[in-house]
């Protein structure tokens, strides 16, 4: 990573500063994001970083257990109000065709915690269509995070959405071992 602060900031001169460098660094070692750690304490504000037809941006979480680098065009940071810390930070993968995409999801299954036969059972509901959405599986990461990914055919184009959700609910020992044995989580957020 080039030479910035320790962790980015979504102020808009952090925001630029993200765009400009094209890496980000966010600390989630407690499962949160404050609004005041990324310099907007108080703000009801949830950033989108980057687009479709941006550049790719390197994103480093640091998370409970380990590190995790991604990288996307576009970073989505989900505020449930200015007095809460974020509920999840969203980012996306597109990919020329599924395969790409099934493969991927094949090697999220070690790095996020996917339920491998809940990416079997994308790859045998999309094989032969052009055009289908799936939420594939929930897990927990390497990096100790929870995350939801959701899968999109469109015109034989293919798009993983990833959600990595901050809520403590999620977080417990109970959620964490239904995540991992199930690939879902009843969720009472």
Same mark, same amino acid.
């Given at each position: 990573?080039?030479?910035?602060?320790? #962790? +980015?900031?979504?102020?808009?001169?952090?925001?630029?500063?993200? /765009?400009?460098? %094209?890496?980000?660094?966010?600390?989630?070692?407690?499962?949160?994001? *404050? /609004? =005041?750690?990324?310099?907007?304490?108080?703000?009801?504000?949830?950033?989108?970083?980057?687009?479709?037809?941006?550049?790719?941006?390197?994103?480093? #979480?640091?998370?409970?257990?380990?590190?995790?680098?991604?990288?996307?065009? *576009?970073?989505?940071?989900?505020?449930?109000? =200015?007095?809460?810390?974020?509920?999840?930070?969203? #980012?996306?993968?597109?990919?020329?065709?599924?395969?790409?995409?099934?493969?991927?999801?094949?090697?999220?299954?070690?790095?996020?915690?996917?339920?491998? =036969?809940?990416?079997?059972?994308?790859?045998?509901? +999309? !094989?032969?269509?052009?055009?289908?959405?799936?939420?594939?599986?929930?897990?927990?990461? %390497? +990096?100790?995070?929870?995350?939801?990914?959701?899968?999109?055919? !469109?015109?034989? %184009?293919?798009?993983?959405?990833?959600?990595?959700?901050?809520?403590?609910?999620?977080? *417990?020992?109970? =959620?964490?071992?239904?995540? %991992?044995? *199930?690939?879902?989580?009843?969720?009472?957020?």
């Amino acid at each position: 990573m080039p030479n910035t602060p320790e #962790f +980015s900031q979504l102020t808009d001169a952090g925001i630029e500063q993200i /765009k400009k460098t %094209r890496n980000a660094r966010f600390d989630l070692r407690n499962h949160e994001l *404050t /609004k =005041a750690a990324v310099g907007l304490d108080g703000q009801d504000r949830g950033p989108i970083i980057g687009g479709a037809d941006g550049p790719m941006i390197t994103v480093e #979480f640091l998370g409970p257990e380990q590190a995790e680098t991604i990288e996307t065009n *576009t970073l989505m940071f989900l505020s449930p109000n =200015a007095n809460k810390p974020y509920s999840g930070i969203v #980012f996306w993968k597109s990919f020329d065709d599924a395969q790409q995409c099934l493969d991927e999801l094949r090697d999220d299954v070690s790095r996020w915690g996917l339920s491998a =036969a809940r990416v079997d059972r994308w790859a045998e509901n +999309s !094989k032969g269509e052009s055009n289908y959405q799936q939420v594939v599986s929930m897990g927990v990461g %390497r +990096s100790g995070l929870v995350i939801d990914v959701e899968a999109y055919l !469109k015109d034989g %184009r293919a798009l993983l959405k990833y959600d990595i959700y901050l809520e403590p609910d999620l977080y *417990t020992p109970q =959620a964490l071992d239904e995540i %991992r044995t *199930t690939g879902i989580a009843k969720y009472n957020g």
